[in-house]
């Protein structure tokens, strides 16, 4: 699997991106997708997750209720709506898909993804 993360950029607190991930290489539809971020001198940790079997989403406290993700399978895409940004989201985002069994016990964890995309850097000014 091939992924591709775009949508990054500069914006100032309040303010809103969209992320996407393109996906190649494998069936789309039957991978569980999530986005990661790493600070500077931080560890990477996890932002939000769709898996493939129901779409049920899951979210990292710090974002929920500003940070919406879906997916297009009908576009190999997907996306992560970034609202009411605050100077704390600054990171690199990544986006990773995973082939396990669709349980919420591994969605969170980033050594459980099995494929994984470039980053693509989001700067949130004060």
């Known amino acids: 699997v091939q992924l591709q993360a775009s949508g990054g950029g500069l914006v100032q607190a309040g303010g809103s991106l969209r992320l996407s991930c393109a996906a190649s290489?494998?069936?789309?539809?039957?991978?569980?997708m999530g986005w990661f971020r790493q600070a500077p001198g931080k560890e990477r940790e996890f932002v939000a997750a769709?898996?493939?079997?129901?779409?049920?989403?899951f979210y990292a406290d710090s974002v929920k209720g500003r940070f919406t993700t879906s997916r297009d399978n009908a576009k190999n895409t997907l996306y992560l709506q970034m609202n009411n940004l605050e100077p704390g989201d600054t990171a690199v985002y990544s986006c990773?898909?995973?082939?396990?069994?669709?349980?919420?016990?591994?969605?969170?964890?980033?050594?459980?993804?099995?494929?994984w995309g470039q980053g693509t850097l989001v700067t949130v000014s004060s």
């Open positions: 290489g494998r069936t789309f539809s039957r991978l569980t």
């Open positions: 990773a898909a995973g082939t396990k069994s669709p349980i919420a016990s591994w969605i969170r964890v980033p050594s459980a993804y099995d494929y």
């Open positions: 769709i898996r493939w079997s129901d779409n049920g989403r």
